[in-house]
């Protein structure tokens, strides 16, 4: 499924499309939930349900065109789901062009994440470990914080790594 959604939002705050998105998707599944940064999986099975791909781009006005991976029978509810969520965080943020991209959703958002407050592993896109700790939190940016054995925080923007569940023992 393909959409291309025109949110009259600053480029800076286009960055949260994705995660706005991935809400959209589990107002619309309820089974979804949201493994960070943008990855929608299954609650029970933690299996990927959907994987979201956007590109922002400028042709009269910004846009950003949004692939997903969704079956025929749930095609048309995911998509109004997405709209709607994406008009009221458009909505939210008119106004106070300010105002961090995912400030309007962030307490949804951080409800529907899989590992927060679980042990995770930090790792790079070629899938080495950078860190290993208790997934804290996400900001208003998207970026994960880790907290560490020794207490110390670490943030990680989404761009660079992808969180999942840290399976060693200790």
Known sequence: MR?????????????AIP?????????????AWIMW?????????????VHIH????YDK?????????????????VESAIRQRVDAWVADLAGRPALAPLAPVLGDYANR????????????PNGMVRARGTF??????????VRLAGGEELE?????????????RG
């Open 3 to 15: 959409l291309r959604l025109s949110p009259s939002v600053g480029m800076y705050q286009m960055v």
């Open 19 to 31: 995660h706005v998105v991935a809400l959209g998707v589990c107002d619309a599944l309820p089974q």
């Open 37 to 49: 940064p943008h990855t929608v999986v299954d609650a029970s099975s933690g299996e990927p349900l």
């Open 54 to 57: 956007t590109q922002a781009g």
């Open 61 to 77: 006005g910004m846009f950003a065109n949004v692939e997903l991976d969704v079956g025929d029978d749930v095609a048309a509810r």
């Open 113 to 124: 994440l899989v590992h927060l407050g679980s042990r995770v592993v930090v790792l790079y």
């Open 136 to 145: 804290a939190g996400v900001d208003v940016w998207g970026r994960a914080t």
């Open 156 to 168: 990680f923007p989404p761009e660079r790594y992808r969180i999942a569940p840290d399976d060693q």
